[in-house]
């Protein structure tokens, strides 16, 4: 069983910065990928970003590439999404999600693990 917590949503102006963490517990990052996920009111869950097990490979959606970056710090069972140029289209509920695989997927279920969500909200 893998837990997971995120933390650092918030409210800011489009083209601000804010970096999301998620801390799991359960199992070793270095053995579960992870990806970042997000849903925006009346719209389904979309693929963000996310990182293998040992952190060697990332995969974004084109919608934020270049402005967002996934990485890990294996030492504190952790995942970060920087989030850059931030666009009222980014607003959303984020979600940090994990899978018992250390392989990257984009597809929302092939994730074992959610965490609760943290509201993103971009004002123009």
Known sequence: QV???ESGGGLV???GSLRLSC???GRTATSIAMGWFRQAPGKERE???AITGRGGLTSYAD????RFTISKDSA???VYLQLNSLEPEDTAVYYCAARGSIWISLQHYEYDYWG???QVTVSS
Request: proline share 0%; no cysteine.
């Open 13 to 15: 102006q489009a083209g």
């Open 3 to 5: 837990q997971l917590v």
């Open 76 to 78: 504190k069972n952790t």
């Open 47 to 49: 693929f963000v970003a």
């Open 63 to 66: 919608s934020v590439k270049g």
């Open 116 to 118: 609760q969500g943290t």
């Open 23 to 25: 801390a799991a517990s």
